[in-house]
């Protein structure tokens, strides 16, 4: 169908109260099984990369890999830089092709923040790139990320934030962390409501993986448009190789085992495209 950027994708899933699935993908097989699941739900659905991904083999070949597979795909597919953690590898993303962008910026003291978000989306305006910025730290470790120290979004810093950057969506804290959870997270559903009644571009949901899909929902009731999975699809791949190899273990043909890898990332995918209500919005 088509590669689109996530702006419009954003603001239809904003104003009918649903949330697109944004997916961390890290090679060919789960960019492919990715795609897979959504075009077998009809779903919209934004691919990304984060900054070690993008060191593991590069923009350009993440660019060619997904364009391509959106080009061929039945549903509208995006293309982010997810905690793009500088200026300089923002325009990289955006000179390369990337059709969404994150700056984040949510380590920095509140006016830099600003600063650097609002400098990354004056630099992705003209192109019609739209990007995404953090304020408040969600916590946990994800990649080279690590952030022992999180600290949740003050609603009237987020609206000012919002409205000094020019950004088209936002990144809240709101209690959720990256990684794995220890415990149940406990998610400031109440805050959520605040940040959104002040707030009026899309909000997205960081470090959902094992967050259970009812508070998943209730966020997205409350004004989440986008929801990022990373680590239970890192999980799903390597679970299905690994059981593959254990059951064949002189298996050599990467064709058979990253099969298996990949038909569990579908059925996981398809799963969060449910929980996010993004079936048949493509
Ligand atoms: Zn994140």
Known sequence: MAFVTSEQMLLKADKEGYAVGAFNVENMEMVMAVIK?????????????????????????????????????????????????????????????????????????????????????DACRPSGIPVEAELGKVGGKEDDMNCDDPGYTDPADAKRFVEETGISSLAVAIGTAHGIYKGEPKLDFDRLSEIRKVVNIPLVLHGASGVPDESVRECIRRGISKVNFATELRIAYSDGIKSFLKDNPDAFDPKKYCKVGMDKVTELVKNKIKVCGSNGKA
């Open 37 to 121: 699941a959504c075009e077998e739900l009809s779903a919209p659905a934004i691919l990304q990369t984060t900054p070690s991904t993008v060191k593991y083999a590069g923009l350009d070949m993440y660019l060619a890999n997904v364009a391509e597979a959106a080009k061929k795909a039945s549903v509208p597919i995006a293309l982010h830089l997810d905690h793009g953690d500088s200026f300089e590898l923002a325009m990289q993303a955006l000179r390369t092709g990337y059709t969404s962008i994150m700056i984040d910026g949510s380590k920095l003291p509140f006016e830099e923040n600003i600063a650097l978000s609002k400098a990354v989306a």
